[in-house]
């Protein structure tokens, strides 16, 4: 059985894109490509490590009263 380790519906942006590049802050195609206007981009390959984790939400304050038995 094959595992699917990503999703089929992954948001196409150029920060996740395999053939992008960082440059002073902004995404470059390395292809010379844009994004249409509807967000579509023929030649968007996903690349995972360059997708960066969102921030975890802060844990709750705990008081030494919820540990007692």
Known sequence: MIKKFFRKDIEVRCEYCAHSSDFDGACVCQLGKYLTPEGECRSFSYDPLKRTP????????????????
């Not at 969102?54 to 919820?66: C, E, G, K, T, W």
Request: charged content about 30%.
């Open 54 to 69: 969102q921030n975890l939400p802060p844990l709750r304050a705990y008081d030494p009263d919820d540990f007692k038995l």
